[in-house]
């Protein structure tokens, strides 16, 4: 485990590798907040990000929560706001936007619906 700290000597982040095929491969990564508390925290596959990720915010409150493959953010993601209310929840595949997503306030009040498998992007 390789770890990196702040100035101060707080841990910033901690980066677990694994002896895969013969070389030393990144398999998971946790940075904080300089208070002390998780910031993100994820896995990887041959040095992309694979799996779950979470981020929190510094109070540590789940900031989003989402999945990974092959580097890009693939299948559900949420995302919170810092009160703990959803903020919005859709689907990514191969990092695209897909789907449909729902946007929330802050009282946890839908506002917003959008179709991302209909939208068209103007050049």
């Not at 896995?43 to 540590?60: A, I, P, V």
Request: avoid cysteine; glycine fraction near 12%.
């Amino acid at each position: 485990m390789k770890k990196e700290k702040f100035e101060d000597g707080k841990i910033k982040s901690e980066k677990t590798y694994r002896k895969i095929d013969g070389k030393e491969k990144l398999v998971k990564e946790v940075k904080y907040h300089h208070n002390g508390q998780k910031y993100i925290e994820g896995g990887y596959m041959d040095e992309l990000r694979n799996g779950k990720w979470t981020s929190w915010y510094e109070d540590g409150k789940i900031w989003s929560e989402g999945e990974f493959k092959d580097g890009k953010s693939h299948g559900k993601r949420t995302v919170y706001h810092p009160n703990g209310k959803k903020y919005y929840e859709g689907t990514f595949d191969s990092g695209k936007r897909t789907g449909i997503w729902m946007f929330y306030n802050e009282a946890g009040i839908k506002v917003k619906e959008v179709n991302y498998s209909k939208v068209t992007v103007q050049p």
